[in-house]
């Protein structure tokens, strides 16, 4: 495994890859990798000839306020399991080899980046299209693989690789999670061990919303206000936002969206000082005339 920390040096290993018939797969992170990461590198693996991993912590997706300082940088640690994983190359460049000047143009996606997440993190999604695509302009991979867990993320990048033609194909994998169901995050190392157990209720309320539209086939208004009403009760747990939408438009499922067959659950909560995201996709069966 090879890594490199300047945009040349990543670009002539891709060429020279490129040049014997292989697909470049990349999997973009910000380091502090665990099984979910891995999972992607897997992916990338399995559907592609060389595998860059990225690792770069992006300074434009913390507010002025959130936890930059200190995110978890354990950067020998990532290296020995991309190692492990097969990686062909670890890309971990400077802040001033990604943003060399003060950087004059961002990349937004009106609509999907104003609700949810960016209702309550202002400018994040702004951080994370503009590195994304900066990224992707760097490695110039044939797929790139995201993670289900940062759902809003996913569907934002897909949006802008369509809109501005990049050459890419974007997969998304499925949520990782641990044997008592809490969602990977390299955030969990902050969670004392009262706080891991409630932050599990997060986990827990969406497999009940699951049985509830799935199962029960209850409406989705009724299974959102259950939803709210358990995370809103939970003690030690502040809740951003809790809510059902439609896969595609993140927009709030109603029962006049009632015959939408793709939805998603989609919590985000701080437990003690720790900010967690979730969400589980819902097929909803159509209801009997």
């Not at 060429?15 to 979910?36: E, F, N, Q, W, Y």
């Not at 309550?120 to 702004?126: I, L, Q, V, Y």
């Not at 695509?133 to 990048?157: H, S, T």
Request: glycine letters at 4%; proline letters at 5%.
């Amino acid at each position: 495994m090879k890594t490199v920390a300047t945009i040349e040096e990543l670009r002539e290993a891709v060429a020279d890859a490129r040049s014997t018939g292989k697909r470049i797969g990349c999997v973009p992170t910000m380091g502090a990798l665990h099984a979910g990461h891995i999972s992607l590198v897997e992916a990338a693996i399995d559907e592609t000839d060389f595998v860059v991993v990225t690792v770069f912590v992006n300074p434009t997706q913390f507010g002025p306020n959130e936890d930059l300082a200190r995110y978890p940088r354990p950067l020998e640690d990532d290296l020995t399991k991309c190692r492990a994983a097969g990686v062909d190359l670890v890309f971990h460049p400077e802040v001033d080899v990604v943003y060399p000047r003060e950087n004059a143009t961002f990349v937004e996606v009106p609509g999907l980046s104003e609700v949810l997440e960016g209702a309550f993190r202002s400018g994040h999604f702004r951080g994370v299209t503009t590195v994304v695509l900066k990224l992707l302009n760097m490695v110039l991979p044939d797929v790139a693989f995201f993670g289900r867990k940062d759902y809003q993320q996913q569907l934002l990048i897909r949006q802008m690789v369509t809109d501005l033609d990049v050459s890419v194909e974007i997969r998304t994998c499925p949520t990782v999670r641990e044997s008592d169901g809490l969602a990977l995050s390299s955030r969990n190392v902050f969670l004392s061990p009262a706080e891991r157990e409630t932050a599990l209720t997060i986990s827990r309320a969406l497999e009940r919303t699951r049985q509830m539209v799935e199962d029960e086939n209850a409406s989705p208004a009724l299974a959102n206000s259950e939803l709210q009403k358990r995370l809103s009760e939970t003690n030690g747990l502040s809740l951003d936002y809790a809510t059902i939408v439609d896969a595609a438009t993140l927009k709030e499922a109603t029962e006049a969206t009632s015959s939408v067959a793709n939805l998603v659950a989609l919590v985000a909560a701080r437990v003690g000082s720790t900010r967690l995201i979730d969400n589980l996709p819902l097929r909803r069966s159509p209801r009997e005339n």
